[in-house]
């Protein structure tokens, strides 16, 4: 016989089911949602190692917009040839996905140009962009871009940059644009391709659409704590408003490059004050996926730099005590921090040329091996 107690639990039963089928429904649709992104926005922390990130935690009073990240992975950063990585195959390893020797710029170990992400980006209709507080040739922006033997021909990295159709890019190293040994003015070039171009003395926040090359500085632009001010974050913010009028998408590297001069120079001052400018990049980037949705946002270093150890502190006053074993790079693994659209992918502990087959797949680009 049906009670009406029954009949209450078969209707609870019946809603129970239904709830559960929901959320397994919406679980299933994040998942998907997840794997897939429009926009890519890859900021790489020269030298930036676990100590260089918790010393401009410190000084920054206890909080980092880093740490908004959900996902968090490891990178091993050897390069082909050497146990310790430079930056130039560091960030080749990004571009290309595979491993190459110490110097190289955008070819593999062989020394053979291959495609880079950006590139790959680019075919596919995806604005793309560069920002560095280096010059814009160094080392690991040019490893997106050029393709060549050395990381010190700048003048040839320089001239690479008017062999592609890149939307924007921000630094310094107007020099191996103007004075040249070719004799070629780049920045006339890149006016007949179309660009506004830009120097130290424009407002960057004034460049609204079109594309952009805004050379800031003769070669690197200075420290944060010396006259740099709020350069990093707002051409980070300028490059994705510029690059987000493009419907398709957009792929974004942004360097803070000067973390790992701090390393070398084994200031702790100099590392944590370019830390935090870099945090603020990284800020921007947040604020934005947030927003949009639809972007990945990927934070890691080519290598650690200086083996940074933190000895004391205080998270009241920002005060960071810490001490150095080199003025060189290190073998150590860096961390690698994800949010959004496909950042679930960057757990774990792999190869710095898995960053690159990750972003690729992020960007339903075709992994070219």
């Known amino acids: 016989m049906k009670t009406k107690s029954m009949g209450y639990v078969h209707k609870k039963n019946t809603w129970l089911v239904l709830i559960l089928s929901l959320c397994f429904t919406a679980s299933a649709f994040s998942q998907s949602d997840k ?6 926005i890859f900021l790489i922390g020269d030298g930036m190692g676990v100590a260089q990130i918790y010393a401009g935690l410190t000084a920054n009073q206890g909080t980092l917009n880093l740490e908004r990240c959900p996902h968090v992975g490891f990178s091993k950063t050897q390069s082909s040839d050497d146990y310790i990585t430079d930056s130039a195959a560091g960030a080749t390893a990004f571009s290309i996905g595979k491993k190459t020797y110490n110097g190289a710029i955008g070819v ?10 950006l590139e790959s980006a680019e075919k596919k209709g995806l604005a793309t962009g560069l920002v560095a507080t280096s010059s814009i040739t160094h080392a690991t922006p040019a490893a997106f871009i050029a393709h060549q033997a050395k990381r010190s021909m700048e003048q040839e990295i320089a001239a690479d940059f008017l062999k592609t159709d890149i939307d924007v890019f921000i630094g310094g190293g107007l020099r191996y644009f103007t004075q040249r040994a070719d004799g070629r003015n780049l920045l006339t070039e890149l006016k007949a391709k179309g660009y506004m171009i830009a120097d130290s003395t424009y407002d ?3 460049c609204k659409n079109g594309r ?10 200075p420290r944060v704590s010396q006259g740099r001010g709020s350069f990093l974050p707002v051409a980070t913010q300028t490059a994705i408003q510029l690059l987000n009028l493009k419907s398709k998408g957009f792929f974004l590297m942004v360097e803070g490059s000067q973390i790992d001069w701090g390393g070398h120079t084994n200031e702790t001052s100099y590392v944590t004050s ?4 870099f945090d603020k990049a990284i800020g921007i980037a947040l604020d934005f996926a947030r927003t949009d949705r639809h972007t990945l946002v990927i934070i890691t270093a080519d290598h650690e730099t200086g083996g940074m150890a933190i000895t004391g502190g205080d998270m009241t006053h920002g005060k960071v005590e810490a001490s150095f074993v080199t003025k060189s790079h290190t073998g150590d693994m860096v961390p690698v921090f994800a949010f959004g659209p496909g950042a679930e992918a960057f757990s774990g502990i792999y190869e710095n040329t898995a960053i690159y087959e990750k972003m690729m797949n992020a960007l339903g680009l075709k992994v070219l091996k």
């Open 35 to 40: 794997s897939k992104a429009k926009n890519v």
């Open 108 to 117: 593999d170990s062989a020394g053979i140009p291959c495609e880079t992400i």
């Open 204 to 206: 960057l926040t004034k």
């Open 212 to 221: 952009l090359a805004a050379l800031m500085a003769s070669d690197y632009l």
């Open 274 to 277: 370019e830390m935090i400018d």
